[in-house]
């Protein structure tokens, strides 16, 4: 943890027994975990490098008990760190180490409420673990475009605080587009009902937007009507051996118009990620033995289903590569050819996070550049790790539809994370200056929590960092909602 000092605004105020069983009174014997082995898994991080404390963890059933649980907190100046999935990975979830107050986990709150076919949308809870919910669209015939690779545990309510990325950006935007409305519960404990399926709405403040993306800093998500788009019914995916980087934004630029904007997918991966993951994950294949650095899953769809007889995605997908081998970008390339192969794929990309965290100590920044800058900043960031520590290993990959890189490097061989964690102050300035010097983000979309706090106050505006404790102090004037995370007040 870089700051495992308490800032000196979070309330510490302690869970005494009678406020312990006044929580009981709300939720429940069922509501509340206070055992040392019962709380571990609430108390750290998805990597397990980040270890808090908790005085219980609380798990309300419903709304009206989320909001009475926060207003007793509130009038008690308990600090509450909410909680859903726990896969986040900048320690938005994860309470500090002297935290004496409650983690409200929303895992209990886990039902589908309503799904709307006709008005393609689906109002659910926030405790709701994002596949199931991907699967509650498919029942319908719809599609729930938000896709990562926690998504078998994530859950939405966590989804929407950190306005989530993903594999499907590039089509249908981050997390906060597919919503149309959200239930929170402020500071206080009020219950804002902002549950509306409504697609205009131009009635001041879009106050939904101020509680996706905060972190949990601003009040506790407890529902949300979220957008659901047609299923898809034509898929080609596809494992290319490219040139390089910037032949990869290239691909994916002429791809718009030959897929008839049906471009839904574009991941760029190296070498080296693919073959740890094909080291680490059991079961996977490399889809490709071909010998180039960098690769690119590109994905297809179209809600319609391909006619008898007509040009598909895939034959559309396969002259587009022949195009696009001709022009020297593409090298080799396989279009899987049923749902394991593509599965086989798809798994690749989505197990690099579990792979490095297999492979040993590393260091990962989340950073988005305009897509046309991306092959700069690769071989720029890249020098500027080595100029630090030349024995370091890059593993670059990254959503480039996004301009977003998840820019990884693994420690020299046989270097221990603590010998590695002397490097990351220099190499972590050197990358983010090439983030500001390029005009990107330090944090394309997993968050600040506490990771990221002391780069945000370095890299943004007085002006900026002051609108955001204004909007902290006028909603949380105690510091009890996440306390410590995003900003220091
Ligand atoms: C293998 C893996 C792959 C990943 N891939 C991606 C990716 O492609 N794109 C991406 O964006 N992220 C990715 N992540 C990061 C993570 O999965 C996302 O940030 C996810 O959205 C977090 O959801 P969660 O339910 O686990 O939230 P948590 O980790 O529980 O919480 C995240 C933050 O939201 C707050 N919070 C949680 N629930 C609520 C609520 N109901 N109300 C208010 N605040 C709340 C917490 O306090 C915390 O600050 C990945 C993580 C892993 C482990």
């Not at 002297?98 to 076919?117: A, C, E, F, Q, Y």
């Not at 809870?125 to 699967?135: H, K, P, S, W, Y």
């Not at 080296?272 to 490709?288: E, F, K, N, S």
């Not at 190499?427 to 990771?451: C, F, K, P, Q, Y």
Request: some cysteine.
């Amino acid at each position: 943890m870089p700051d495992t000092a308490l800032p000196p605004q979070i309330p510490t105020t302690p869970v005494t027994p009678a406020l312990l069983e006044a929580l009981r009174a709300i939720v429940g014997d069922k509501g509340l975990i206070q055992d040392e082995p019962g709380k571990q898994p609430f108390v750290t991080d998805w990597r397990g490098s980040l270890v808090g404390n908790a005085a219980v963890v609380v798990r309300p059933a419903n709304v009206e008990e989320v909001s009475k649980v926060v207003k007793l907190c509130h009038d008690n100046g308990i600090a509450i760190v909410p909680q859903a999935g726990n896969t986040g990975l900048m320690g938005g979830a994860t309470p500090y180490p002297s935290h004496t107050g409650i983690v409200l986990s929303v895992g209990r709150m886990n039902k589908v409420l309503n799904v709307d076919p006709v008005g393609y949308s689906m109002t659910v809870e926030a405790g709701c673990i994002l596949q199931t919910l991907q699967e509650t669209a498919a029942e319908h015939d719809r599609f729930l475009p938000l896709s990562l690779g926690a998504q078998g545990s994530c859950m939405i309510g966590g989804n929407l605080s950190t306005n989530a990325g993903g594999v499907q950006v590039l089509r249908y935007g981050n997390a906060r587009n597919l919503v149309m409305g959200l239930e929170v519960v402020l500071p206080n404990g009020d219950i804002w009902n902002g549950l509306r399926a409504l697609k205009k709405d131009n009635t001041g403040y879009d106050l939904k937007h101020l509680f996706m993306g905060a972190e949990g800093t601003l009040g506790i998500i407890t529902k949300a009507v979220l957008k659901l788009w047609p299923a898809p019914k034509d898929v080609a995916t596809a494992w290319l051996a490219i040139r390089d980087p910037q032949a990869a934004i290239e691909i994916l630029s002429e791809a718009h118009a030959a897929s008839e904007d049906n471009v839904g997918s574009c991941e760029l991966m190296s070498r080296a990620c693919t073959d740890m993951v094909l080291r680490h994950i059991p079961g996977t294949q490399d889809p490709l033995k071909a010998d180039t650095p960098w690769f690119l899953l590109l994905e297809w769809s179209s809600s319609r289903p391909k006619a008898d007889g007509a040009e598909g995605m895939s034959e559309k997908m396969e002259q587009f590569l022949a195009d696009q081998m001709e022009a020297g970008r593409v090298l080799d390339a396989v279009i899987a050819q049923n749902e394991a192969q593509s599965r086989n794929m798809w798994v690749i990309r989505e197990s690099v996070a579990p792979a490095s965290r297999a492979e040993g100590p590393g260091l990962s920044y989340d950073i988005s550049v305009s897509i046309s800058k991306i092959p700069d900043f690769i071989e720029k960031g890249i020098k500027a790790a080595y100029d630090v520590l030349p024995s370091i290993r890059p593993y670059p990959l990254g959503h480039i539809g996004d301009g977003n890189l998840h820019f990884s490097f693994m420690g020299p061989v046989g270097m221990d994370r603590q010998t590695l964690h002397q490097y990351s102050p220099a190499i972590t300035r050197g990358v983010n200056d090439l983030v500001r010097d390029m005009a990107g983000s330090i944090s394309a979309e997993h968050g600040i929590g506490i990771e990221k706090i002391d780069e945000l106050a370095h890299y943004r505006s007085k002006v900026e960092l002051d609108t955001m404790r204004s909007l902290k102090r006028a909603l949380d004037p105690k510091n009890i909602m996440n306390p410590g995370k995003i900003l220091r007040l």
